[in-house]
């Protein structure tokens, strides 16, 4: 039986908080009507982009309860479930799906890092052991241990497994995967100078797991609508140039603190970063407003574009 498949753009949503540093719930609705209203498939809420390193395990549980009761049907919940062990990673993923959650990705757990057949293990134990579909977050900058295309094809055999995100810098990776013929969902991150999206859409992938449809939610479906013609090569064409200074801005900072200053700059539910992340400097964060008046997204989404001084000044 074919894998239920996951298509288009799947945003990893920031975690939104309160100035007092609690986690906003109002704003988390906010911003999910925002995906909903702007086509996004699939929305991850607690990846690295929702700084669940520094969310404590009672506000992890919370998010999770929380944010499902927010759940119209429209769009797919996944939640970011990756423990500092196995056992843990299986517990959050027991209670994601306890709570109704569509789906769980994770990580290898960060600082161990692990050989590969280790971690190829750990996430074959994991899927078998979680009651929801799990998807496999392959991400060497972050946890060091990388899967080489053979790895991740023996994943997919999994049945429980949906979902690839590759985070290498290798094209080839991605072809060696597909050719494959995976049984699973093939997406990458939307970092510019990880250079994926136009090779993985071109080559079959399925959409993008992305950070920068947090600012620009339409344009990341453009740009991660498979294939199927022509038209939707070109789309995806034009809308990845055209967007580029975007890009590089959301990934101008270790995420998510290019991308949750700018949400704040422009009247999105963000709020502060959990210590010891920083906001950007004033100057870099007016290169963010200006991208966004270069690209109208003022008149499209109804941002609040703020004067901001440079330094020099």
């Known amino acids: 039986m074919a894998k239920r498949r996951i298509e288009g753009s799947f945003v990893a949503l920031i975690t939104p908080m309160n100035e007092d540093g609690s986690v906003d719930f109002e704003g988390f609705r906010s911003l999910l009507q925002f995906q909903e209203e702007n086509g996004t498939s699939a929305v991850l809420i607690m990846g690295s982009t929702g700084e669940v ?70 996430f074959l134990e994991v899927a078998d052991a979680s009651p929801v579909p799990v998807g496999i977050y ?85 740009i991660s609508t498979p294939w199927k013609g022509w038209e939707d090569a070109m789309a995806c064409r034009e809308a990845w140039l055209t967007n580029l200074p975007m890009l590089h801005f959301t990934y101008s900072a270790i995420n998510p603190v290019a991308v949750k200053c700018l949400m704040q700059a422009v009247g999105l539910p963000a709020g502060p970063l959990r210590k010891p992340l920083k906001p950007i400097a004033p100057d870099h964060l007016a290169r963010g407003l200006e991208i966004c008046r270069a690209l109208g997204l003022d008149r499209k989404y109804g941002f609040s574009l703020p004067q901001m001084r440079s330094a020099a000044e």
Request: charge should be negative; aromatic fraction near 4%; glycine fraction near 10%.
């Open 53 to 122: 390193s520094m969310l404590t395990p009672d506000e992890r549980r919370q998010v999770i309860s929380e944010t499902i009761k927010m759940k119209t049907g429209a769009m797919e919940f996944w939640y970011g479930c990756t423990g500092p062990s196995t056992e843990q990673t299986i517990g959050y993923c027991e209670y994601a799906g306890k709570e109704g959650a569509d789906g769980a990705i994770i990580a290898a757990p960060p600082y161990i890092c692990a050989p590969e057949d280790d971690i190829t293990d750990y």
């Open 138 to 222: 392959n991400n060497p900058p972050r946890v060091k241990t990388d899967l080489p295309h053979t790895s991740i094809l023996r994943l997919a055999e999994h049945p429980n497994i949906l979902v690839n995100k590759e985070s290498t810098a290798r094209v080839g990776q991605i072809a060696q995967t597909v050719a494959g013929n995976p049984d699973m969902s093939m997406m990458c991150c939307d970092s510019p100078n990880l250079g994926l999206v136009v090779p993985l859409m071109a080559l079959g992938g399925h959409g993008t797991a992305n950070m920068s449809g947090n600012l620009i939610p339409q344009e990341m479906v453009t």
